[in-house]
């Protein structure tokens, strides 16, 4: 099969949607004739990879509209140059498809339901949009903690989710799609009813299993070792794990918490440690790059991920290869990887942010109960991530398109 994958963020050697990509394109390479298109910007970090494998099946096409060739891309622009990249986009694939024609096009990222491709009107092969998220949402009740600036943020992706599914070229667009992927059922659910008969759910990223040192096993009466990694936005509910640590102290656990990133969250979450007398216990790292990341991954006990809303999780994924017990909420993409053998579903839904903190320590403590229930959820841990590698991952997602082509 021919395919081509529309990929804006692409690149080896990172994590999120730039590395997952690259991922996709590996595997399906294997056995498939493959053509990524991507952004140009990315061309600095593929080109070199390109040449070390070396791979007949795999070509990359570099792509910016010339209306936006000057604009550099970075966390301001992005959304904008990519809105501009997927409108002409289906002119530049077009050439292509009349010069050797695709069975399957693929659009990957960014996987963000409400911009959706236009790629479903290029006549001939099947098109398939996703994996994408962006519809999940937590309660204005769980963000009355927020700073001022993370409460305009999300009021303003809710805005945007709320025009989006409104937009009648939004909708157009979506119909084009002969299978939509979901990662979570509250995406699926943002889309058109007639779009959700031909929508199945399913994370696209897989766990790095065997790649990563496990962790050290851990001792009943030692400090017990947190970590979060993640950008330090307010949807991320890294404040509520800095409480919890409070609440933790105050009930006699010892407990040292690690939050590696950066973002406008930092100052609020350094204060919040200084008034909760915890700053000994709360670590602030800078981003690492993803080696340095996995490194302290084997230092850690739990991998704690109070997210409100993500799609999907891949630190949580790499935390549970590293046979890392996971602390995180029931709500976005996490719950699609944890689970009772693995970790611990935190419901937050129901109650306030208070009673959110109270249930995540108590999630803390019961990971801790014995060394015992530590281990089992750690060799649960990576039982788990076997089953979540991205051969199986994007095997899964494979096979529902076959069926596309025998339908």
């Known amino acids: 099969m021919r395919i081509l994958l529309s990929a804006f963020a692409f690149s080896p050697g990172l994590g999120s949607e730039a590395g997952g990509a690259w991922r996709w394109a590996l595997e399906l390479s294997k056995t498939h004739d493959v053509v990524v298109v991507t952004d140009v910007s990315r061309r600095a970090r593929v080109e070199p990879a390109l040449a070390e494998l070396n791979n007949p099946r795999l070509k990359v096409y570099y792509y910016r509209p010339s209306w936006v060739s000057r604009v550099p891309l970075n966390s301001k622009t992005a959304q904008l140059l990519f809105g501009q990249w997927q409108f002409g986009l289906l002119g530049f694939v077009r050439k292509l498809h009349r010069r050797q024609p695709f069975d399957l096009l693929h659009h990957l990222s960014y996987g963000v339901f409400r911009q959706a491709s236009w790629l479903g009107f290029i006549e001939g092969p099947k098109f398939v949009f996703g994996p994408v998220g962006g519809g999940e949402d937590a309660p204005w009740r769980l963000k009355k903690s927020f700073p001022w600036g993370e409460k305009v943020r999300e009021a303003a992706r809710a805005t945007v989710n709320w025009l989006a599914v409104r937009n009648p070229l939004w909708h157009w667009a979506i119909s084009k799609a002969d299978l939509v992927i979901a990662r979570t059922p509250e995406t699926k659910a943002r889309l058109p009813v007639a779009v959700q008969q031909r929508t199945f759910i399913a994370q696209e990223t897989g766990a790095p299993h065997l790649a990563i040192q496990r962790a050290a096993p851990w001792e009943h009466g030692q400090p017990l070792e947190l970590l979060f990694a993640g950008r330090l936005l307010g949807l991320k509910g890294v404040h509520f794990a800095v409480r919890a640590v409070a609440l933790l102290r105050r009930k006699g656990l010892a407990a040292r918490l690690t939050v590696i990133g950066s973002g406008p969250m930092l100052p609020h979450l350094q204060a919040l440690a200084l008034d909760l007398d915890v700053s000994d216990q709360i670590c602030f790292v800078s981003h690492l790059p993803q080696s ?116």
């Not at 630190?315 to 689970?339: D, I, R």
């Open 292 to 407: 340095e990341l996995f490194d302290r991954y084997a230092k850690a006990h739990i991998f704690v991920f109070p997210s409100l809303r993500d799609a999907g999780g891949n630190v949580v994924q790499e935390a549970l290869a590293a046979g890392l017990p996971v602390v995180c909420l029931n709500m976005g993409g996490p719950p699609s990887f944890v689970n009772a053998s693995c970790g611990v579903l935190v419901e937050a839904r129901a109650g306030n942010e208070d009673q959110l903190v109270e249930n995540f320590a108590k999630g803390i403590e019961s990971v801790a109960s014995s060394n015992e229930h530590w281990q089992m959820l750690h060799q649960g841990a990576l039982a788990r991530a076997a089953e979540l590698t991205w051969e199986l991952q994007i095997g899964r997602i494979q096979a529902r398109i076959k069926e596309l082509f025998n339908e």
